[in-house]
Structures are given as structure tokens and as C-alpha cells.
């Protein structure tokens, strides 16, 4: 006699991704893999073991090894802009909050982000070739410039044109991603929220509080 297979009974079936979901897993896959790797010993095959795909499939998906590691990089930064953007003018909006309550938002947000790429920042910069040693130049610094430029106003009370913004850009990454690069390198945590009011208050000398 055959028994009938209650519903409850019957295994679930293996929920099929689509396409922008298998993306976002590869992408997740291929960052692990950097991390342990380094951008150079990390090999496709890899990348397309740890994700559950053949090599051929990864490559529906993706260019390249180096399109992967740009877009594992791509989604942190772009996640901390939108929030920087959003949060910096909102803040600056309020006439109930100091000004330096918007620098230590935005040296938060920073901070946190340079600890989150850390271990793929690392991989870049201590990889071989000429063309990840142009890493920062080439990629981190025009990303971060583009939108420190935007926010400056909001940042410190005065007109993007009055501040030398390549060195104050230079300024803003070198001291967060030296912090996470050396909380890495020490395996050791970043308070995040601790060390940000820190750094305020070196950046906000002279900055001054808005008027109540």
C-alpha cells in the first residue's frame, strides 16, 4: 500500500534565485574569496566553487576576476555614499544640531565603511602589478572625492571652492582607512562610534557650532 505524503511531510523545494539574486550571491562569494586569497591567488574557479556555479557560468555574469573585485569594493562604498549624502544634509538642515554633531555623522559613516572594505582595500594594495598598486589613486579616491565635494558645505559651513579639497579628501580617507588598515593588521576591533568622536575632534577645530 502506498502512503500518501502529507504536505508538512515533503521537503521544501530548493528556492530558485533569479538572476539579480545569483549576482548579489557570486559577488558575496567572490568577496570571501579575495579576503582569503588575495587578489592575485584568488583564481575564477574559486570564486565559482564557493558560489555553487561552474566557471563558464560565472563568466555569464561577470567580465572578468577584476570586474568581480571592483563590484565586491562597489556595494560598501556605494551603500556608505547614499547614507553620507542623506544623513550629512539632513543634519545640517537642523537648526538644533551642531555643526560638529555633522562631522562626527560623517566621520562615523567613513570609518565604518574603510573597516568593512579593510580586508579587500589589503588585498588590492599588497597584491603585485602596477595595476592594483594604482588601486587608491585610480579608484578609492575619485569615488570618496565625488562625494566628499558634494557634502562639504554641509560639513563644515563653507563653499566647496574656499577648501582644497584634494587634500582634504586625502585628509578624510588616509586617516580612517590607516585606523581600519591597522585595527586589521592588529586583528583587532574598531569601536566605531568611539573612535569617530575621537577623530571629531581633531577635524572640528575651527569648524565652530551653528546657532541655536
Do not use: C, S
Given at each position: 500500500m502506498t502512503r500518501s505524503i502529507a504536505p508538512g511531510d515533503?521537503?521544501?523545494a530548493r528556492k530558485r534565485l533569479t538572476a539579480a539574486e545569483r549576482r548579489t550571491q557570486i559577488i558575496a562569494m567572490a568577496r570571501e574569496v579575495f579576503v582569503e586569497e588575495g587578489v592575485n591567488g584568488a583564481r575564477s574557479r574559486d570564486i565559482a566553487d564557493r558560489a555553487g556555479i561552474t566557471e563558464a557560468y560565472l563568466y555569464r555574469h561577470f567580465h572578468s576576476k577584476?570586474?568581480?573585485f571592483q563590484l565586491a569594493i562597489d556595494e560598501?562604498?556605494?551603500r556608505m555614499i547614499t547614507v553620507l549624502s542623506n544623513d550629512t544634509r539632513e543634519l545640517a538642515a537642523r537648526n538644533d544640531v551642531d555643526r560638529v554633531e555633522v562631522v562626527r555623522r560623517t566621520h562615523e559613516l567613513l570609518l565604518g565603511c574603510m573597516v568593512?572594505?579593510?580586508p579587500l582595500v589589503a588585498a588590492a594594495l599588497l597584491s603585485g602589478g602596477t595595476g592594483k598598486?594604482?588601486?587608491y589613486?585610480?579608484?578609492?579616491f575619485p569615488r570618496l572625492r565625488d562625494v566628499l565635494a558634494l557634502v562639504i558645505p554641509d560639513i563644515t559651513g563653507y563653499p566647496t571652492k574656499a577648501i582644497e579639497l584634494d587634500l582634504?579628501?586625502?585628509a578624510m580617507i588616509g586617516i580612517h582607512l590607516t585606523i581600519a588598515l591597522e585595527h586589521l593588521l592588529e586583528n583587532k576591533p574598531v569601536d566605531v562610534p568611539v573612535v569617530a568622536e575621537q577623530v571629531t575632534t581633531m577635524f572640528?577645530?575651527?569648524v565652530g557650532r551653528r546657532p541655536r
Open positions: 515533503r521537503p521544501e577584476d570586474e568581480l560598501p562604498l556605494d568593512e572594505i579593510a598598486n594604482q588601486f589613486a585610480d579608484y578609492l582634504f579628501v586625502d572640528a577645530v575651527g
